[in-house]
């Protein structure tokens, strides 16, 4: 915990500054760290190698971030620790930090007791085990999440602390909206049609039955995404109390669907959780943000947010209720992805263009 503190101070120092790059270096330099890291403990000392690399692991990422936001931030103002530690203290600040780290500590405190009640239901009413048969979808949502939430967070809170107006505001979050919405095209299109295939491959064929499951929980993450766009705006322009409450009763709503539909419809009831909240929260705060400042989705952007999301029940009804050839799903799923490229704009199209160029040259 005192690492997580000191790291955040750090990490608050390139975030608030805009420092993406090093932010985005720092990860990277982190995530191969770990990973050179991990094995090896693990191979040579097992579960306890496992527990060694979590502190080990955290003072890699206060060690990266310290020293980038030394190098980057402080040095160019030219601040030091002394400097830090000797400065009076603005009570303003304080009372504001304390405004944060109470909404901050409620909605967290709210998170863990409603995921920890609904891991119990599960494994009260259904057994450990299907727990467990849920984890690949976990997992690889884990990765998507944990590399695309961190980018945006990071690069949407500056930005929008520093926004004049409510149509800067809506103007950034439109591109963020279509950003996500493109990425998730080929995660959506491809994946659902052979994950019956790479589940086996990744963990082993007691696994393949969390394929059942696999496309509606990856379009609750599609949701997610856009929900977590629409939310983004509301702390960095002083609406913190309110973000506060949706996470609160996000919590509240996501331990209700558990406790009430598990029981009915077994593992169905805790993938539900992570589809119901995502999709009412979305269209709560699109209603919110359209009062609050006249937030409009952007015209361009329906259509890829309709296409991707039309697309992903396309693929689904076809291998359900037609035909069940991955293979053929698969082309039906390569084919949507490329004709997406169609809905980029013109100068969208020549970027990635000009990028895979660049890449293939290279």
Known sequence: FPVLIINSISFALLKGHKEIKYIARS???VIVFDFVL????????????????????????????????????????????????????????????FVFAGVGLTAGVALIISEIASRAIVVTKLGIDKIGLYSPLVSWAGLFTGFIMPSLSTYL???FSEAKSDKE?????????????????PVLFLSIPIRYKIIPI???????????????HFLGILFYFWMF??????????RIKTHGIIVIIMSLLDFGVVYFFVPLLGLYGWMLKF??????????ILVYLRKLMNFKIEKRNKYIMLYVLVGSLLIIGIGEFIISDYKLNLFIGMLLTGLSFWLLSETERRMIINKFRSMMAG
């Open 27 to 29: 990860e990277l330099i």
């Open 38 to 97: 991990f094995v090896p403990l693990i191979y040579f000392w097992g579960i306890k190698g496992a527990v060694i690399f979590v502190p080990l692991s955290l003072v890699t990422i206060l060690l990266v971030n310290n020293y980038f936001a030394r190098t980057k931030v402080l040095k160019k103002y030219a601040l030091y620790a002394k400097d830090i530690f000797s400065a009076k203290i603005n009570k303003e600040a304080v009372r504001e930090l």
């Open 157 to 159: 809170y500056p930005r």
């Open 169 to 185: 505001v809506t103007g950034v979050l439109n591109d963020v909206l279509r950003l996500v919405s493109f990425v998730m095209v």
């Open 202 to 216: 990744f963990y082993s064929n007691e696994f393949i039955s969390a394929g059942d499951y696999l496309p509606w």
């Open 229 to 238: 766009a629409l939310r983004a705006p509301l702390t960095p322009t002083g």
């Open 275 to 284: 589809i119901v909240s995502p999709v009412l929260f979305f269209i709560i």
